[in-house]
């Protein structure tokens, strides 16, 4: 069973193996939360041009992943992909076998509202059903974007330092506001002490 956890990929690199259309999916969750990726194929789909990416046009090698913090296997060779997934066990570096639930980590399906991020993963087990548990959510709670949250941020503080008492309540109901009213609640408790 996998352990859910968000990590901060700004400083880890991560290694994508192959260059087809899953590998290419698969940068892209990567780079929506700003990470450093290598692709490593002979050959690559067109859409990989259009990204920030590094890219290096070889066949894998073993020790092409040294230096990586995270490695994907998405080769559409099984064996190939069995075989980084090894390199990596022998190296101690996370990876993902992108046609096995032989992984260190599975990469859930997440919601990104530039605030609010949500994953959801049914351990690699059966990912289309996570996939409709998304866009569930993301029709539910697309309103808690990053300026809804930044709002209530800062409502936080106000209540915790001047109605703590009364915040469980507060808190719930701000969650049924609009931005607007949520900053009419912020401006009813008037400025923050910054001390």
């Known amino acids: 069973m996998y352990f859910p956890i968000m990590i901060e990929l700004e400083n880890r690199k991560v290694a994508i193996i192959g260059g087809g259309k899953v590998a290419y999916r698969k940068a892209l969750k990567f780079l929506e939360f700003n990470g450093d990726i290598t692709i490593i194929s ?19 090698k073993k020790e092409y992943i040294d230096g990586f913090d995270l490695v994907i296997a998405a080769t559409n060779n099984k064996r190939l992909n069995l075989e980084i997934s090894r390199n990596c066990e022998d190296k101690k570096i996370l990876f993902n076998n992108s ?35 998304r866009e ?23 209540v915790l330092e001047k109605d703590r008492e009364n915040s469980k309540k507060i808190f719930k109901n701000a ?20 001390d």
């Open 42 to 60: 002979p050959e690559i789909i067109d859409e990989f041009k259009d990204l920030d990416i590094k890219i290096i046009y070889e066949d894998y």
């Open 136 to 158: 569930d959510f993301e029709e539910k709670y697309k309103k808690y974007d990053d300026e809804f949250l930044d709002n209530l941020e800062v409502l936080r503080k106000i």
């Open 175 to 194: 969650l049924e506001l609009d931005n607007e009213k949520l900053l009419d609640l912020i401006n009813s408790y008037g400025e923050i002490n910054e």
């Open 99 to 133: 046609d096995s639930i032989r992984s260190d980590f599975v990469l859930p399906s997440n919601i990104n509202s530039e605030g609010l991020i949500v994953s959801t993963s049914t351990n690699g087990r059966f990912p289309t059903l996570s996939k409709m548990v």
